[in-house]
């Protein structure tokens, strides 16, 4: 069973546009919550986990029990912003500790 | 810092060659981990292990094979290469715990003809 829903495999906004990359997730415990990005080019990197609770290159995400969600958001968009951006869950069980399931990513475009 | 480094960035195989993709992390991770990433597919686990001498599959294993005999190196082994094992494979690390931040390799673009 998908474990994390991106349901926009792509997203085009323009320079100075709000953003909303949409993140769902299905879990009955605790989970860990991340979003990754990867630039052109570049590895996969950590962008925010919801423990930290920062804003991270004017990124925020904020996780909603209620409605299984882990939304990333950033009221004013920028070029240097597009790229690719995967959620992913972790596990609060021990057997599972340190796995990670991905959603299948959300193609971010920011025109200028 | 070295962080996760793979090997190679690039390579093409024929159908049916085989082949060893390295991974290698120098931050003593307990935890690493193989995946692909294909169009629309995001990153599929393929095999992970929680430590020297642990394997065990991940999403999409058929086709692979770990081993972990240090806790530095996780080499993924492609037995017979087949035309849709053709993508682009991340291998990661992290330590074993809740909320890991995990580190990604820069990816190996395989082509297999």
């Known amino acids: 069973a998908q474990r994390v829903t991106q349901p926009e495999k792509l997203l085009s906004v323009f320079k100075g546009a709000p953003v909303e990359l949409k993140c769902n997730y299905s879990y009955s415990g605790s989970p860990e919550l991340f979003w990754y990005v990867q630039y052109s080019r570049q590895r996969l990197q950590l962008l925010l986990r919801?423990?930290s609770r920062e804003s991270i290159k004017g990124f925020t995400a904020d996780l909603n029990k209620g409605e299984t969600s882990f939304h990333l958001k950033k009221p004013f968009a920028q070029e240097e912003d597009s790229a690719m951006y995967y959620c992913a869950l972790s596990e609060d069980r021990g057997s599972t500790l340190g796995r990670l399931y991905f959603g299948r990513g959300t193609q971010l475009t920011v025109w200028p | 810092n070295a962080g996760v480094t793979q090997t190679p960035k690039f390579q093409v195989l024929k159908t049916g060659q085989s082949m060893t993709l390295q991974c290698a992390q120098d931050?003593?991770?307990?935890?690493m981990s193989w995946y692909r990433q294909d169009p629309g597919m995001g990153l599929r686990l393929i095999h992970y292990s929680v430590g020297a001498g642990i394997t065990d599959q991940g999403e999409v294993p058929n086709g692979y094979n770990v081993s972990r005999s240090t806790t530095e190196d996780f080499p993924l082994r492609l037995l017979s290469a087949a035309p849709s094992q053709t993508s682009v494979y991340f291998c990661?690390?992290?330590?074993?715990?809740?909320?890991?931040?995990?580190?990604f390799g820069q990816g190996t673009r395989l082509t297999v003809v």
């Open positions: 919801h423990i």
């Open positions: 990661a690390s992290s330590y074993l715990r809740q909320a890991p931040e995990a580190f």
């Open positions: 931050m003593n991770h307990e935890y």
